[in-house]
């Protein structure tokens, strides 16, 4: 399996419309749930607007397991069936709900309270196991950027962003060091 390897960028809540607006109309709607012992659980269904009429494609059941292992993030990524995904999902610690944007290579999460506003913005990139730094950075991201996450730090999973009071102060946090 290869090492998980990404750099994650918090973007401004404020520039939410104008970031959708450039990432296009079609996202990934993802419920995503954390069981105990670094197990994920994703439902993801493809969204598509044409012509106005809103498309809704068939979901998509995985199960992920992450573990730190020889100085490396290992990541195993399974489909599942649908019995199995909500089955597991009886019993979750956490859950949390995202549309996920593609721009060039870019993920864009907009995670999303239960009446489906957006609480936390952030931008991820995938790199190559030998990568430090994304190759390039979409304009739109770089314009509404506010922080760069550093490697590793934990904060910013989306385990813990599931928790919108703990979300919602880093985001506060990060506006006020940036003197917003």
Request: glycine share 6%; aromatic share 12%; proline share 3%.
């Amino acid at each position: 399996m290869p090492s998980e390897n990404e750099r994650k960028f918090v973007l401004r809540l404020d520039k939410e419309d104008c970031i959708k607006e450039v990432c296009g109309s079609s996202f990934h709607s993802i419920q995503q749930s954390y069981l105990s012992g670094g197990a994920r659980l994703r439902e993801s269904c493809l969204n598509t607007n044409v012509g106005g009429i809103a498309h809704i494609g068939v979901p998509v059941y995985h199960f992920c397991y992450k573990k730190f292992a020889n100085k490396r993030l290992i990541e195993i990524e399974t489909e599942i069936s649908p019995r199995d995904f909500h089955d597991l999902n009886q019993d979750v610690i956490c859950k949390l709900s995202k549309h996920r944007y593609e721009i060039i290579g870019w993920e864009v999460d907009f995670f999303l309270d239960s009446l489906g506003k957006t609480y936390f913005l952030m931008a991820e990139y995938e790199m190559d196991e030998d990568q430090f730094e994304p190759g390039f950075f979409p304009d739109i991201i770089l314009t509404n950027l506010i922080y760069e996450v550093p490697l590793g730090d934990d904060d910013f999973s989306s385990k813990k962003l599931c928790d919108i009071a703990h979300a919602s102060q880093i985001y506060k946090n990060l506006l006020f060091s940036e003197g917003n």
